[in-house]
């Protein structure tokens, strides 16, 4: 059984950092491009971070500079650093994990950015 489980999330204020992780099982993690979606109430989900299998990497305009997003392929493990955040970051991230045709989802985990 996949499962991707997130966690790191919650309240911070504008200018402050949070690291999100996700731990996966029942998949042969190293092979996956994993990624970072986020959705913000009212609008449509949007990719913010990928990352591939060997380590290439894409971000969102929005976070280029701010968020970082690495894997720990020993530890099954994705992660997202985010630096810097600002109010209109505040959403629901969800871990997301492809390997054609598979595509698995995490549960979310919030984040909120407010003073």
């Known amino acids: 059984q996949v499962q991707l489980v997130e966690s790191g999330g919650g309240l911070v204020q504008p200018g402050g950092s949070l690291r999100l992780s996700c731990a996966a099982s029942?998949?042969?993690?190293?092979?996956?491009?994993m990624g970072w979606y986020r959705q913000a109430l009212g609008k449509p989900r949007e990719l913010v971070a990928v990352i591939g299998g060997g380590g290439r990497t894409n971000y969102a305009d929005s976070v280029k500079g701010r968020f970082t997003i690495s894997r720990d392929n020993a530890k099954d493990t994705l992660y997202l650093q985010m630096n810097n955040l600002k109010p209109e970051d505040t959403a629901v991230y969800y871990c997301?994990?492809?390997?054609?045709?598979?595509?698995?989802w995490g549960q979310g985990t919030q984040v909120t950015v407010s003073s």
């Open positions: 029942g998949v042969i993690f190293g092979i996956y491009t």
């Open positions: 997301n994990g492809q390997y054609f045709p598979n595509n698995y």
